[in-house]
């Protein structure tokens, strides 16, 4: 969700003004997943590297992290919705992370669009976590090391509960993927566009639907084996 600042800039606006709309697209991002019948959508809201922006514009992140945290949990179970935080929480106040816990808590039992927040995320830090969680299984005996094979580390990262990533969107115009699920996104179609988070709408939600619909996906192999569906 990037350009939120940018956007504002633009209007002649402070930075908090964008992040205020970047909600508003936010909730129509969501709103507009969900009744697409996506499985899950995952959203990084603020990475490990955030931390370095001024304090007064990270503390306002928390803030409004906090406030729509407590005011769309409602929304978000009569919608039916199930939400997840990924990210090392511990980094945030205490009072934050009571706030995810009770989120989580209220909306686990939902059964449609899985929302995944990523909060204080960083792809090298999801692979890291993974396999400090590994090693320790293998130091306490109960993991064989050499056991150790792409289907256990998958389930030791984020999002293990889900399949494979299947589309990233990155607005703002930058083509990078900036430490956001790296080990998730190995096979994800890349979409990257110029429109700006506060801007990006369901029109813009189906354009890049629609670039992915036309995407032939053959994960390493060949046009013919896709298209004859031979393996
Ligand atoms: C993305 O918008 C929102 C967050 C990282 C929370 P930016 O704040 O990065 O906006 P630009 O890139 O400065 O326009
Ligand atoms: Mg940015």
Redesign the pocket.
Known sequence: ???????AESKGKH?VF??KH?VRALRKAITFASDSNIQALTIF???SE?WQRPAKEVSM?MELFFTVLKSEIKKLNKNNIKLKIIGELSGFSERLQKKVLEAEKATESNTGLVLNVAANYGGRWDITQAARKLAKLAASGELDADDIDEKVLAKAVSLDALPAVDLMIRT?GDQRISNFLLWQLAYAELYFTDI??PDFDASAFQSALDVFSGKERRFGKTSEQVSSKSS
Do not use: E, K, V
């Open positions: 969700m990037d350009g939120n600042g940018r956007w930075r964008g992040h970047g809201a603020f990475s955030n992140l703002g700006l988070w």
